[in-house]
């Protein structure tokens, strides 16, 4: 079955670079995203990979993905207190848009 | 500002209370859906609509109903909750079920007492 999994929690310091990770299982994923979610909001996307690429970047984030090894990553440069919010990895596999998301990765962002 | 509008926030309710969450989306998009975030689990999809028909309904009890008047708007209907379905609500919108990125909402923050 599918599975999408993450690490529950990361630290870093202002300005600092941080790089959340993400692995999944099933080998058909399409598109590969990534979501943020601040508390009290809902899921707020941030970027998405399509499957036959490697890399992609959007301003201070860069996405890499590795299919041989079913990693995703997600970097963000020069880490603002703002960033700090919880970031979802979701696969989206087979037909109609089925994402399977992981458990969400927190990030706090300290001074 | 998302183009996703959930209402109510906040929902208290009792377990033989019915209560309604409503969703609209301005985003011209064809596919709706529901999703519930409960803590430290990943979002469950629940319903999936797509030109206000319903196309996938993910094993949910039917205490939750859903409802898709039109393409802009969805509805869950909830009736005899128990308190394990306390969770975040959260609407989503696509441009069509081929995977084009989903837009969330802010969410209905359900409390079942």
């Known amino acids: 079955g599918e599975d999408v999994e993450q690490s529950l929690f990361l630290s870093v310091r202002e300005g600092d670079s941080s790089v959340i990770n993400c692995t999944y299982t099933?080998?058909?994923?399409?598109?590969l995203y990534w979501y943020k979610q601040e508390p009290g909001a809902g899921l707020q996307l941030l970027t998405y990979?399509?499957?036959?690429?490697d890399m992609k970047q959007d301003q201070r984030l860069t996405v890499l993905l590795n299919k041989k090894d079913k990693h995703l990553s997600l970097r963000i440069a020069d880490t603002q207190t703002g960033d700090s919010a919880i970031y979802f990895c979701?696969?989206?596999?087979?037909?109609?848009?089925?994402?399977?998301f992981g458990t969400g990765t927190q990030l706090k962002v300290e001074l | 500002e998302t183009g996703v509008t959930q209402t109510p926030r906040h929902l208290v309710m009792g377990m033989t209370n019915k209560k309604s969450l409503k969703c609209e989306q301005h985003?011209?998009?064809?596919?709706m859906y529901w999703y519930k975030q409960s803590a430290k689990k990943p979002l469950e999809l629940m319903f999936v609509?797509?030109?206000?028909?319903?196309?996938e309904n993910n094993s949910v009890p039917s205490r939750f109903s859903p409802e898709c008047p039109n393409s802009s708007h969805l509805f869950l209907h909830l009736h005899t909750l128990q308190p394990e379905d306390s969770a975040l609500y959260l609407c989503?919108?696509?441009?069509?079920?081929?995977?084009?990125?989903?837009?969330f909402g802010n969410g209905t923050r359900l409390t079942v007492t």
């Open positions: 990979i399509f499957s036959n690429m």
């Open positions: 985003l011209g998009h064809n596919a």
């Open positions: 609509y797509s030109l206000e028909e319903r196309v």
């Open positions: 099933d080998s058909s994923s399409t598109y």
């Open positions: 979701a696969e989206s596999t087979g037909g109609g848009n089925k994402l399977t």
């Open positions: 989503a919108s696509s441009q069509n079920r081929d995977n084009s990125p989903l837009h």
